[in-house]
């Protein structure tokens, strides 16, 4: 103890009333090691931030579902693009203008239609083009709309039969609003292109270039903000059933429910 606090008194005489090169490297990796601590948990609060704005904007587009169901004869509408601003140059001839969006009159374009981690999709079914680098700057939406059936992989599918799809249907045609998916984010689901090329992507708490080729060796959680049909929204994450059960991604969860499924009928 007498060394060391002769060895600072000597330290501070060399270099007058300043630090010695020594006591400055230290404080220096003192800061670099409570930043290194520091960093990750700034950036987790920066990312939940995000998904609560996500949470937020489909709550709002929830009430965009609704006016527009009081003043057509209580349904969905038709088309996967529902609003958001015009799309790109590049896909003007395939995507609705903002205002052919069936909620233009009731939420119009603006943010609400954007998510902040939203990091666009490599493949478009059905096209060679590419969502990037966010859906929302191409597409003018980030989120996606449950109007058809999801896209499935080589030799998967559906495990009950399939009654009908979201797309102009009566609200009062969901099995049980608290659950059925209307609106979400794309990593929730897989993606394809006309040749069946498959990609799944992380937008939300992801790492790594958030475009996903097998959802098994998937590194972090397939996270994504969803609107349900009774209007609330919340996050979830889908990995269990995308990674879990890889053939049959859309069956119904304590949670979620992607289609509505023909019932056996009853025995008598
Ligand atoms: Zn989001």
Redesign the pocket.
């Known amino acids: 103890m007498m060394l060391i606090s002769s060895s600072w008194r000597s330290g501070r005489r060399r270099s007058g009333a300043g630090f010695t090169l020594i006591e400055l490297l230290v404080v220096i990796g003192i800061i670099g090691i409570l930043a290194s601590m520091l960093l990750p948990t700034l950036g987790r609060a920066k990312e939940k931030g995000?998904?609560i704005?996500?949470?937020s904007?489909l709550k709002q587009l929830g009430i965009g579902f609704n006016l527009y169901a009081q003043d057509n004869r209580d349904r969905y509408p038709l088309g996967s693009f529902v609003g958001g601003q015009d799309p790109a140059p590049a896909f003007t001839n395939i995507l609705p203008s903002a205002r052919q969006r069936p909620l233009y009159g009731y939420v119009g374009p603006s943010a609400v239609y954007r998510?902040?981690?939203?990091r666009g999709q490599a493949l478009i079914p059905q096209t060679d083009l590419e969502f990037k680098p966010t859906r929302y700057e191409t597409a003018g939406i980030?989120?996606d709309y449950n109007d058809s059936l999801p896209t499935v992989v080589a030799n998967g599918g559906f495990l009950k039969g399939v009654d009908g799809v979201l797309a102009g249907k009566p609200t009062s045609w969901v099995p049980d609003t608290t659950r059925y998916i209307v609106m979400y984010?794309p990593p929730a689901r897989l993606y394809a292109n006309a040749a069946g090329d498959a990609q799944w992507q992380q937008?939300?708490y992801g790492v790594g270039s958030g475009e996903i080729s097998d959802p098994r060796n998937a590194r972090s959680d397939f996270?994504?903000?969803v609107l349900f049909a009774d209007s609330h929204a919340a996050m979830h994450n889908f990995s269990p059933s995308l990674q879990g059960d890889y053939l049959h991604p859309y069956e119904a969860t304590r949670q979620w429910m992607w289609y509505k499924a023909i019932e056996a009928p009853a025995r008598p």
């Open positions: 995000k998904a704005q996500c949470v904007n998510c902040a981690s939203d980030s989120y984010e937008w939300h996270q994504s903000a």
